[in-house]
């Protein structure tokens, strides 16, 4: 039996993710490109839901743009706390997490609602790590650039590969 024969179903998945991956990239850049200069909706968005959420527990939490436009503050009392980047907006992540599942296996039922159902799952871990950075800043601005950088990131990708799990172990099993 030749190597490619005994390699075929990694490279035909590695194959599939990355050329996957490349062209949600590409869309995801024509996204951006059409904010002209401004902070995209999705950005706007998750930063918007994030100080709701702080918000409701907090006084005088507010949003607006930075002044290059191209990210958002969450302030609070009128004071600049937490910039929210086109990078913070979940958006990447959530490429990577559909195109492992579409590599992975068939488009059929279970991906038609698994897909939409980790989407959300990040989306709501993401929220949650912004909602931490913000009181990081507040409490411990020395520890943010480690929070930031690795902590909350291994906090999103271990959703991720949680998410992944499952769908590998008990959805797309059955």
């Known amino acids: 039996m030749s190597l490619y024969q005994d390699f075929k179903p990694s490279i035909l998945f590695l ?7 490349i062209v ?3 869309a995801y850049g ?14 706007k968005w998750v930063t918007e839901q994030t100080a709701s959420i702080i918000d409701a527990y907090q ?7 930075k002044e290059d436009l191209k990210s958002i503050f969450i302030y609070k009392d009128s004071q600049a706390i937490l910039s929210v980047y086109e990078g913070c ?4 992540v959530m490429v ?5 599942l579409i590599a992975y296996g068939k488009i059929g039922k279970r991906m038609l609602w698994f897909i939409p159902l980790g989407i959300v799952v990040i989306h709501l871990f993401n929220i949650l790590r912004i909602l931490l950075l ?3 800043t507040i409490s411990m601005p020395d520890f943010l650039y480690f929070s ?6 291994a906090f999103i990708y271990i959703a991720v590969f949680g998410m992944w799990a499952l769908w590998i172990f008990k959805v797309n099993e059955k």
């Not at 194959?15 to 991956?21: C, E, Q, S, T």
């Not at 006084?59 to 743009?65: C, E, L, Y």
């Not at 907006?89 to 990447?92: E, R």
């Not at 930031?148 to 990131?153: G, V």
Request: no cysteine; charged share 15%.
């Open 30 to 43: 024509f996204y951006l490109d059409a904010s002209k200069g401004e902070a995209d909706v999705m950005t």
């Open 24 to 26: 949600l990239n590409v």
């Open 15 to 21: 194959a599939k993710f990355i050329g996957l991956y």
């Open 89 to 92: 907006n979940g958006l990447n």
């Open 96 to 100: 990577i997490f559909v195109s492992f």
């Open 148 to 153: 930031h950088k690795y902590l909350f990131t």
């Open 134 to 136: 913000f009181h990081v």
């Open 59 to 65: 006084d005088k939490i507010a949003t607006g743009p």
